[in-house]
């Protein structure tokens, strides 16, 4: 970059008068900070500066200080202040050597300027994250990937017809076979997919010239609601486009390999695509098979047919509709009609067409509206670009490809191109200057038959490449930006533990990290835990001594917090499943996320390294993958599904008695049935015996109306409300869904209060409070809300309330969605703990102080920051009092699970050899039961003995917290001390005493007088080595002359 063209960034007109702060000057990207000086200077200012440090003769070099500069820059400029020109000079002078020159001045402008301009490059080209295989159960080539904005799902089909349902995690939900009656599944092969996204259906092709309509909100099965038969050519390729100001309005266009288009316009689609004959099931269940011949005879009259023959037997590669064009693009491979642009006007029925002739033909092409460009993938290695009004030549040509570019989309938000060719080459081209901004090679496998799909998810930023049956992720990495990242991948749980005073973190990299809550100081950090794989969630035991993570590969593992495995626990049975929590009790742990039924693992079995889970004994009662658990003293157990039930279980006898749900309440039979019952109202539902071919959507079911957005994500008991079963109240809070919170009375199985806690969101999170005074929930958007719940639904009511709580506090501490949430109470002082998918966990407290982020450089101190709001003593006091005695019966000997008598059992050999090695500085079992024990004794003193002095002592203070059982009080007098002697008499002891002379050191007597024997080295050496050291001289000695003689032979 030159010194001129750098100049030209901040050129603006001259200073009008003297101040500060210009009008017309460049800013800076601070928004309302502002602006610094350098950044508002023109050329003609620094033509006035360099014209200051023009010295007189060639060899000289002029130079200022600080001092002459502030005063002199100023004057010549006409504008600016001291203050200002001195920041300038401190940024200049980087050495700190006391004076600039020009050099100097114009090396700081060129790097500022060079550093600007690369940011803004970082904004421009995208940076992206590494390239990620998902685990994929497709055994062959993958025909299309679709993104359902509706329900954020993805859907894959191979060509197998397996259809593969992702959530908007990337994680693999269920895979369902979807076949035709009429075929083998040898014979047949699916061809096309697409989304009928405004009537919740989607269209799949086969090769048995049928288009198959299946519906999305469909109870129990996944049947085929629509069948179109009697196609002159295999449907290779398919797209649908609907109005979106009118749904009705909808056109789905396909092609074939005989070289035609052909389209269907729907005009009331939301009503039905197709005619239904009279006979029809009213169920909805029968499938309606419809011939193309119908259609093209105009039998229906909700929707037209379209199609022309343009390409003359060549197969149709990609179709597709454009509103803004009003016209069926197609494709093909061959050089003449390569591109055809079919547009219908309202006075004729048929068909209109022009064409671009591409040499060699092409594979694919996308269009933009706004620029109205088409981009086509040449299989001559070049990226056309065309104006669809013009087509004797392209507008542009991007070259740069060295193989045949199979497939092209446009990044519409950036007015980018992306291109894709047959060497595994990915490009991103700059359409304005038509260059190639960009190139990733992708790192596929090789082979001779080689099958790649293309498809970029502009609103997630991700980039799905598949190969044959294998899928790769290019996830595009978010804007940067200089917050404080905690670590360095997404974080997934965030625990808090009390004993310690620590946070405990984890992340999708398999890492877990330990923090100090006081201060936001890394303590310690275990890489590694589960391999690569995602650690999905965590739990702490009852002691809290023992954490257990659960990992995406299917295990759960128990650590002691000097990075020690103790136990393995086999959840997944040698496969992968979705843990989403972790619920530790006195004698199970009971595991969720990922089917229908409680995955339990019982105390008795974990004398063994590996642990095998047991039968749960309740079986299945819920419809749906549970997802979440919660549990109340003595045996009270509930569990949330996805489909928005919650079972209430007798967690002695694992027998489910109640379901609770938002728009129902029923009893359970009380028979050992393990299948659930068929519900009475519409829901999410499956077959009461599920088959190996089941094509149902299952557990995770794409609808779109308000019951498929009931799902549970979180569960929480109010402990803190005693009185609920006698007075009534809400003594149970669940969430989830879309952003609604939800309170329930398990006594009366009653649905007490819902409200909207974060609206268009979709789902959330919660967290509440040991005393059940604040919940806090948080969203995907990283929107974080505290509300205060002291008083809500403490009493029962007839009618459901829906008015929400008081909001005390609502920002936004992360930049992506909210992860996990954690209530802590560390020095009497309630705080909130945060994690987020953008790497960070933030802290902050109720009453709005700052949000501090875990990996700060600056560590804080928790006691600094201002307190809470005083509540009432009486209240702490008994809290404090249920709290402690909560906690004896929890670290008792029989009732605790990871105790330090069954240290024996997990020290065997049986041992994880990746982990980190035991510590015994850590071991806190025992020590913490008896300090526990003495926290009781001395805690039933301060409330029996202390309490009954203070009336009768006024200066006598009692505090809470950790000196809680002190008593201070006036001190004793203390008694007369004696003073010591060296004190009563100090001439004695410190009076100066006259030098004396030192006494001489006497000297040493010398060697040989002391010496008894003559030294002798037969004496100190034996024989043998005397010997050796002999015959080795004479044997040297006999050499050299050997030498000389030899030498003097020669010079003879």
Not at 864 to 893: A, F, G, V
Not at 1018 to 1035: C, G, M, S, T, Y
Request: charged fraction near 25%.
């Amino acid at each position: 970059m030159s010194y001129q063209n750098a100049l030209e960034l901040n050129k603006g007109p001259q200073p009008g008068s003297k101040s500060p702060g210009r009008a017309g000057g460049a800013t800076t990207d601070e928004g309302p900070c502002p602006a610094l000086l350098e950044n508002q200077l023109s050329v003609g200012d620094f033509c006035k500066i360099q014209s200051a440090f023009e010295p007189s003769e060639p060899c000289q070099t002029i130079c200022m200080s600080r001092e002459e500069f502030m005063q002199r820059m100023p004057e010549i400029v006409g504008w600016g202040t001291k203050e200002e020109y001195g920041e300038l000079f401190d940024k200049v002078d980087v050495a700190q050597d006391g004076f600039i020159n020009w050099d100097k001045l114009t090396s700081f402008m060129l790097l500022a300027l060079y550093e600007k301009d690369e940011r803004a490059k970082a904004t421009v080209v995208p940076q992206w994250k590494d390239l990620e295989f998902l685990p994929v159960k497709h055994k062959d080539t993958i025909q299309k990937v679709i993104f359902l904005k509706s329900s954020s799902r993805y859907l894959t089909i191979s060509k197998e017809g397996l259809l593969g349902i992702w959530g908007e995690n990337l994680k693999l939900q269920e895979t369902l076979p979807i076949t035709s009656d009429t075929t083998k599944l040898k014979h047949l092969w699916v061809t096309s997919l697409v989304s009928l996204e405004n009537v919740n259906k989607i269209a799949v092709a086969f090769t048995s010239k049928e288009i198959c309509f299946y519906d999305l909100l469909s109870k129990g099965e996944f049947p085929c609601q629509y069948k179109l038969q009697g196609l002159k050519g295999t449907p290779i390729c398919m797209e649908y486009w609907y109005d979106p100001l009118d749904a009705n309005e909808s056109i789905l266009s396909f092609g074939d390999i005989t070289g035609k288009v052909q389209a269907i316009a729907f005009t009331v689609a939301l009503i039905s695509l197709f005619e239904c004959p009279a006979n029809a099931h009213e169920d909805g269940e029968a499938t309606v098979t419809i011939s193309w011949a119908e259609l093209l005879s105009g039998y229906h009259k909700c929707c037209y047919t379209l199609e022309h023959n343009l390409h003359h037997g060549d197969w149709v590669r990609q179709v597709t509709y454009n509103a803004s064009l009003d016209a069926i693009i197609s494709s093909t491979t061959s050089n003449t009609n390569t591109v055809v642009l079919a547009w219908r006007e309202k006075s004729t029925k048929h068909l209109k067409m022009t064409s671009f002739d591409v040499a060699e033909g092409i594979h694919a092409f996308d269009y933009h509206s706004q620029l109205n460009l088409i981009a086509t993938a040449g299989i001559n290695n070049k990226v056309c670009l065309w104006n669809p009004y013009v087509v004797s030549k392209p507008v542009g040509v991007l070259r740069g490809h060295s193989a045949s570019v199979i497939a092209v989309q446009f990044f519409t938000a950036r007015k980018q191109l992306f291109s894709f060719s047959k060497d595994k080459v990915l490009r991103l081209w700059d359409i304005q200057h038509q260059l190639s901004i960009q190139r990733i090679a992708c790192s596929f496998p090789k082979s001779q038959d080689l099958r790649c799909l293309f498809h970029f998810d502009e609103a997630h930023g991700r980039l799905f490449i598949s190969f044959n049956n294998q899928l790769a992720l290019l996830a595009m990495k978010s804007e940067a930006s200089t917050r404080v990242k905690s670590h360095k991948t997404a974080v997934t749980c965030v625990l808090y533990n009390s004993v310690l005073k620590q946070v405990i973190s984890s992340d999708v990299g398999s890492t877990v990290s330990f923090w100090m809550i006081d201060t936001g100081q890394k303590i310690k950090q275990f890489t590694g835990c589960h391999g690569n794989a995602e650690i999905s969630t965590m739990a702490l035991d009852a002691n809290e001594t023992r954490l257990l993570t659960g990992s995406t590969d299917g295990t759960i593992k128990v650590w002691d917090f000097s990075g020690y495995c103790h136990h393995i626990l086999n959840v997944g049975r040698e496969g992968a499943v979705d843990i989403s929590q972790i619920l530790v009790l006195k004698k199970t742990i009971l595991v969720t996320g990922w089917e229908r039924a409680i995955t339990v693992f019982r105390l008795q079995n974990f004398n063994h390294f590996f642990v095998q889970p047991e039968k749960w004994k309740g079986g299945i009662q819920h419809h749906d993958d549970i997802l979440c658990a919660a549990f109340s003293p003595p045996q009270t157990l509930v569990t949330g599904s996805y489909d928005g039930e919650i079972v209430l279980w007798n967690n002695s006898t694992e027998k489910a008695h109640y379901v609770l749900h938002p728009d129902y309440q029923r009893l359970l039979k009380s028979k050992s049935d393990t299948e659930p019952q068929k519900l009475p109202s519409a829901g999410r539902s499956r077959s009461p015996h599920p088959g190996p071919n089941q094509a149902a959507l299952g557990a995770h079911s794409l609808e779109t109306h308000t019951e498929g957005n009931e799902a549970v994500v979180g569960l929480c008991f109010l402990e803190a409300r005693k009185t609920t079963a006698e007075t009534g109240g809400a003594n149970l809070v669940s969430c989830g869904g879309s952003g609604y919170v939800r309170f329930w009375d398990t006594f009366k199985k009653q649905l007490l209060a819902e409200f909207l806690a974060h609206g268009g969101v979709g789902s959330i999170i919660m967290s509440t409070d040991k005393s059940n005074q604040y919940l806090t929930t948080g969203d995907l958007d990283g929107q974080l809300k505290i509300w205060d719940i002291k008083e809500y639904c403490l009493n029962s009511s007839k009618s459901k309330i829906t008015q929400a709580p008081a909001l005390i506090r609502s920002f936004r501490p992360h930049e992506d969605q909210i992860s996990s949430l954690e209530m802590c109470k560390p020095g009497g002082r309630l705080l909130i703990i945060s994690s987020s998918a953008d790497c960070s966990i933030c802290v902050t407290d109720v009453c709005g102080a700052p949000v501090w982020i875990f990996g700060q450089a600056k560590h804080w101190q928790n006691e600094n920051c201002s307190s809470l709001p005083k509540r009432d003593t009486n209240l702490m006091k008994s809290e404090i009092q249920e709290e402690s005695i909560r906690e004896i019966p929890l670290l008792s000997k029989k009732e605790s699970w990871l105790d330090l008598p069954e240290h024996s059992l997990l020290d065997k050999k049986n041992k994880d050899d990746t982990t980190f090695k035991p510590s015994e500085v850590i071991n806190l079992g025992i020590k913490y039961k008896e300090r526990n024990i003495f926290r009781k004794k001395t805690h039933n003193l301060y409330n029996g003995e202390v309490m009954q002095k203070s009336p009768t002592c006024p200066k006598t203070y009692c505090y809470e917290g950790a000196f809680r059982s002190l008593s201070i009080g006036a001190l004793k007098e203390l008694p007369e001390v004696k003073k010591p002697a060296f004190l009563l008499d100090l001439e004695t002891y410190f009076r100066e005493k006259p030098e004396e002379e030192c006494s001489r050191i006497p000297e040493l007597p010398l060697l040989s007088e002391t010496l008894k024997a003559v030294f002798d080295e037969k004496n100190l050496f034996p024989k043998e080595i005397l010997d050796r050291e002999r015959r080795a001289k004479q044997l040297c000695q006999e050499t050299s002359s050997e030498v000389k003689i030899k030498r003097n032979k020669k010079q003879l």
